[in-house]
């Protein structure tokens, strides 16, 4: 077998691979969806019902900096700010939730142990603090309380004023204040990130992760990595604990959304980073029962302020910037500090994907469809891939008109396989053909088709956003359950699998591919169906659009590219230093002053 067989069978079985990893029941999607949207209008009716106006949110109380009692009823404000309704609440001084609406309606840190931007002596344990609300507006929010090693503690969470401001986004100024007689040393001040969960039990593709900036280098790591069982070829590590030299930000996030706490720019400084899972209680909400609820772990994290030395009476003031709501690149891009870098595009693709997704961006403001985006950006990688696939195709045409002639060689030397690669490598040399000539778009296309994976997988831009028939170009199109089965009937993965096989019928296969490569080249389409049915739609609106594309290329090709169809001529390769190579290589002489005869002088 030769080199594109195994290039085949590698390709398949990392198919399948991924296919094991990704593949996921969908029986009751859509249902699930509507129960969920139905436990998030009851969020947002509770949100309404406890929250609070600012002047019944403030205790009136004229000694800001007594310490109130930690039996204090809760007080909570809300802030809203575009589509985003922000609860804050004084046990834990900081966002109790984030209610995102628009498309995306979900609430974040729902399953949240404690309140984002709380203030923990310990990363495992709530913060304790008793705080109340001495300033709530629609702008701000200001907390103040004390430790009980008397340390006074002032935070204030604000919305940035402005046109072009993002409203997903806070200021949040914490303002440490030594109220004792003695001076204060500390290194255990932890900013609680909340947590990162599925959103979806059934669908694990994509586990929640968090996620490290250390001076521009970043670590993701998902919740999977965090076990209290040893592995085969690793140990129990439940929690994850380490310094970095430059915390730059760190955070939580799921598929789409991402919780991220960041420094300001040329405020870097040394911290702690501090994570674990916990198994979500499904018992009582829309999930109980179905398939992976009782092995959804959320991620929780925390992140940690650098030492602390405070004589009496001084104060320490820490600015941050709280985000809390969709992973899209250019929003994230926009608000720099390297926070797009939570998209995770990976290493080795990063330069693809970048040009992709800016493209994609692009496309999306030229016409205002992220479907008609996708059906745009196909059109101009095909474009871009034409000349090296019709260069592919001729060579698998040339490749065809020497079979009779391989099977000669392959007869004539079956027993001795040295001899027959030696005169293959020959007939290819005699005639100018280049047998891995059509993999050339295989190796080009492979990148893009990947990245893109990448991309379309996580890009938050296509939730919700609709195509044609599709409801939702970050899930898969279902369209109908079959009955008993519960298996979802997805049109654009079967789609995708016809346009290949029709275009597989139309072009020309190369004479060295044997019958294993055959059926493996058979079941080609059959495995990317499997592979794309359950990932989101727009990789099989990519992918399908990609094929349709190439059948009108084929036959344009086919047709105007008659010379094709000639006869190989045999290429006469003349030995070095020969007479003919002589005579082939001797140029005309110049004329010669004086009338002398030369190759080049014409009669008079």
Request: glycine share 8%.
């Given at each position: 077998m ?10 398949c079985?990392?198919g399948?691979g991924?296919n094991?990893y990704?593949?996921q029941?969908?029986?009751e999607e859509?249902s699930k969806?509507?129960a969920?949207k139905a436990?998030?209008a009851?969020d947002?009716a509770a ?6 106006p600012?002047?019944?949110?403030i ?6 900096t007594?310490?109130?009692?930690v039996?204090?009823p809760?007080q909570t404000h809300?802030?809203k700010?575009g589509?985003?309704?922000y609860?804050?609440s004084?046990?834990g001084?900081?966002?109790q939730?984030?209610?995102?609406g628009a498309?995306d309606k979900?609430?974040l840190?729902?399953h949240?142990k ?9 990363p ?7 705080y109340?609300i001495?300033e709530?507006?629609g702008l701000?929010?200001v907390?103040?309380?004390?430790t ?6 002032r935070k204030t969470?604000?919305?940035?004023e ?5 409203e997903h986004?806070?200021n949040?100024?914490?303002?440490m204040?030594n109220n ?5 040393k500390?290194?255990s001040?932890?900013?609680y990130t ?5 959103h ?6 994509i ?7 250390n ?7 998902p919740?999977?990595?965090?076990t209290d069982q ?13 310094d970095f030299e ?6 939580v ?11 300001k720019?040329?405020a870097?400084?040394p ?15 829309a999930?109980k ?5 009782d092995t ?5 994290a925390?992140?940690a302020?650098?030492p602390?030395?405070?004589a ?11 985000y ?8 994230l891009?926009k ?11 990976g290493?080795w693709l990063?330069?693809?994907?970048y040009v992709?997704i800016n493209?994609l ?9 992220w479907?008609?985006a996708?059906?745009?950006l196909t059109i101009?990688?095909k474009t871009?891939?034409w000349?090296p696939?019709?260069k592919?195709?001729?060579s698998?045409k040339?490749m ?18 040295q ?9 290819y ?8 000539g059509?993999?050339l778009?295989?190796?080009i296309?492979?990148p893009i088709?990947f990245?893109l994976?990448?991309i379309?997988?996580?890009?938050a831009?296509?939730?919700g956003q609709?195509f044609?028939?599709v409801n939702?170009l970050s899930?898969?199109?279902k ?8 298996w979802?009937?997805?049109p654009l993965?079967?789609?995708?699998g016809?346009?290949q096989?029709?275009?597989m ?5 190369p004479?060295?591919?044997d019958k294993?490569?055959?059926?493996m080249m058979t079941f080609?389409?059959?495995?990317f ?12 609106l990519?992918y ?14 086919q047709?105007f590219n ?6 190989l001529?045999?290429?006469?390769h003349v030995p070095?230093?020969s007479?003919?190579e002589?005579?082939k290589?001797?140029?005309?002489g110049?004329?010669?002053l004086g009338?002398?005869?030369t190759?080049?002088?014409?009669k008079k």
């Amino acid at each position: 077998m030769d080199f594109k067989g195994k290039f085949i069978i590698a390709l398949c079985l990392g198919g399948m691979g991924i296919n094991m990893y990704f593949m996921q029941k969908n029986a009751e999607e859509q249902s699930k969806i509507a129960a969920a949207k139905a436990v998030l209008a009851r969020d947002q009716a509770a949100v309404v019902a406890t929250a609070k106006p600012a002047e019944d949110s403030i205790t009136a109380s004229a000694d800001k900096t007594a310490t109130p009692s930690v039996t204090a009823p809760e007080q909570t404000h809300e802030i809203k700010a575009g589509s985003v309704t922000y609860v804050f609440s004084t046990k834990g001084g900081g966002v109790q939730k984030a209610v995102l609406g628009a498309q995306d309606k979900i609430t974040l840190n729902i399953h949240g142990k404690d309140a984002i931007g709380a203030l923990r002596s310990d990363p495992k344990e709530p913060d304790t603090t008793a705080y109340k609300i001495v300033e709530a507006t629609g702008l701000r929010v200001v907390f103040e309380g004390q430790t009980q090693e008397g340390l006074g503690v002032r935070k204030t969470f604000s919305l940035n004023e402005g046109v072009g401001n993002d409203e997903h986004q806070l200021n949040l100024q914490i303002v440490m204040t030594n109220n004792g007689t003695t001076v204060h040393k500390s290194d255990s001040h932890w900013l609680y990130t909340g947590t990162a969960e599925t959103h979806n039990p059934e669908d694990p593709s994509i586990p929640p992760s968090f996620f490290i900036n250390n001076a521009g280098n970043m670590e993701i790591k998902p919740n999977t990595s965090l076990t209290d069982q040893d592995g085969w070829f690793s140990k129990a590590t439940p929690v994850f604990n380490k310094d970095f030299e430059v915390l730059r930000y760190g955070g939580v996030m799921s598929r789409f959304y991402a919780t991220i706490i960041s420094t300001k720019e040329g405020a870097d400084q040394p911290g702690k980073f501090w994570a674990t899972r916990f198994l979500i209680d499904h018992s009582g909400d829309a999930w109980k029962g179905t398939k992976g609820a009782d092995t959804d772990y959320a991620v929780q994290a925390a992140l940690a302020l650098p030492p602390l030395e405070l004589a009496p009476a001084a104060t320490k003031i820490y600015d941050l910037e709280l985000y809390t709501g969709p992973k899209e690149f250019h929003r994230l891009r926009k608000l720099g500090r390297q926070r797009d870098f939570v998209m995770d595009y990976g290493t080795w693709l990063w330069p693809v994907k970048y040009v992709l997704i800016n493209l994609l961006r692009w496309f999306y403001d030229l016409v205002g469809s992220w479907g008609m985006a996708i059906v745009l950006l196909t059109i101009v990688v095909k474009t871009f891939l034409w000349w090296p696939q019709m260069k592919a195709q001729k060579s698998m045409k040339r490749m065809s008109k020497l079979s009779p002639m391989m099977k000669d060689i392959q007869t004539k030397y079956k027993d001795d396989q040295q001899r027959q690669s030696q005169e293959m490598m020959k007939l290819y040399k005699d005639y100018g053909v280049n047998p891995v000539g059509g993999c050339l778009p295989i190796f080009i296309q492979m990148p893009i088709f990947f990245g893109l994976l990448g991309i379309l997988q996580v890009c938050a831009e296509l939730r919700g956003q609709s195509f044609l028939w599709v409801n939702d170009l970050s899930l898969p199109d279902k369209i109908w359950t079959i009955p008993g089965l519960g298996w979802p009937l997805n049109p654009l993965p079967i789609l995708m699998g016809l346009t290949q096989v029709l275009m597989m019928k139309i072009m020309p296969q190369p004479a060295t591919v044997d019958k294993m490569q055959q059926r493996m080249m058979t079941f080609m389409p059959f495995i990317f169906v499997i592979i794309c049915y359950n990932f989101a739609s727009a990789l099989a609106l990519y992918y399908t659009v990609q094929n349709i594309y190439s059948l009108v290329q084929t036959l344009i090709m086919q047709k105007f590219n008659k010379d094709d169809d000639a006869p190989l001529q045999k290429i006469v390769h003349v030995p070095a230093g020969s007479t003919a190579e002589k005579k082939k290589d001797k140029k005309p002489g110049l004329p010669q002053l004086g009338g002398g005869n030369t190759s080049s002088r014409g009669k008079k």
